[in-house]
Every structure is written in C-alpha cells, then in structure tokens.
C-alpha cells in the first residue's frame, strides 16, 4: 500500500470513517449508565469513570480512541477564546473544561465554527458512515450521535448513541428532528 500526500478535503476523510466507526461500535460493548453529572475531570484527557456517560460521552470517547482527537481540550481552548460565540444556556460566566465538551449544544457550536458543518436532508445517502448528527428530541432535548456503517432494511443508516441506557447502535437518523449534521476530521 502506497500513501500519498492530498488535501483533506476527500481522500483523507475517506480513510478515517471505518476508523470512527470502529470504534463508536466499541463503546456499545461498555457496560455504561446513563449519568450526566457534573464531575470535575483532569485536564486535558479528562473523562468521567468508564461506567457512566451521555451522549456526548460517545463522540469524545469514540474520537480519542480512533484518532486521538481530545474534545476536552479543543472545545475548551475555542472556548476560552471565544466565549461568546457559545450558547449561554447553562448561565456560565466562563468556560469549564469539566463539562462544557460534555454539552450538545457546544459540540454543536464547536463543530460548526471548525467548518465541519453539513447540509440537514432526509435523504439517507447523505449520513454517511463517521457523520456526526445531533437532534432535538420530545421537549426539546439536546441528542448526538455518530452514523454507522450499518443501515436499516429500507436504507437508512443506523445511529451509535447513547440514549439513556449505555451505548446503542440502532434506527434513530429520521425518528427525531435533526439539528447538525457533521463531517469532522481534527487536523493532525
């Protein structure tokens, strides 16, 4: 096998999602209670103990096992430089490297401002496997989660998340109201 240097916009992301996959699918087999408490974390590297999480919980431990990509440190360094370009939902005054990674709605603005933002379609072929998706659930309730490689006799990609209770990996993309869809690949 040969590598070539190219640009990221194509070739390097198509070799990354089988990586992100991989490992999304992983976290399904950890025993983990749905727990979204405030801990305080070390930083960087931080995570809560490995048999608690939430959603984001998935995406941060999914990217740090496949890429070695830390959300802790990335969302809280933007952050910290720009902390009025984040939602304001929680009253914080300043950022918190405890828990702000571990918030939809960051994530969201985090993936946004590194250009990793994509087109909201019903349009299955468009979730491709890797793709980031967040949604709003019944009541408004922030959700996120990861596109499988796996699809849905009709098609449709089924979704890594963590609902409540631990990693799944199952037919939620269309169930809900999708409000981000992202390709991420971090730099480096």
């Known amino acids: 096998m040969t590598c070539a240097l190219v640009s990221l916009a194509q070739p390097v992301w198509a070799n990354s999602p089988d990586a992100i996959v991989s490992a999304a699918q992983e976290r399904t087999k950890a025993d983990v209670r749905y727990d979204g408490r405030y801990i305080s974390l070390k930083y960087p590297g931080g995570d809560v103990p490995a048999d608690i999480g939430v959603c984001t919980d998935v995406i941060v431990r999914t990217y740090r096992a496949a890429l070695g990509f830390d959300f802790q440190k990335a969302v809280h360094e933007d952050m910290r430089a720009n902390f009025n370009a ?3 939902n929680w009253g914080l005054k300043r950022p918190d490297k405890n828990i702000d990674h571990r918030r939809v709605p960051n994530m969201e603005k985090f993936l946004k401002r590194q250009g990793a ?15 980031i998706v967040s949604w709003r659930l019944i009541g408004n309730v922030p959700h996120i989660g990861i596109v499988s490689n796996k699809k849905t006799n009709a098609g449709v990609p089924l979704i890594i998340h963590n609902i409540g209770s631990g990693p799944v990996e199952d037919d939620l993309l269309f169930h809900a109201k999708i409000n981000g869809h992202f390709r991420f690949l971090p730099e480096g």
């Open 86 to 88: 984040y939602p304001k």
């Open 117 to 131: 933002a994509l087109k909201i379609t019903q349009k299955a072929e468009d979730y491709l496997p890797g793709d």
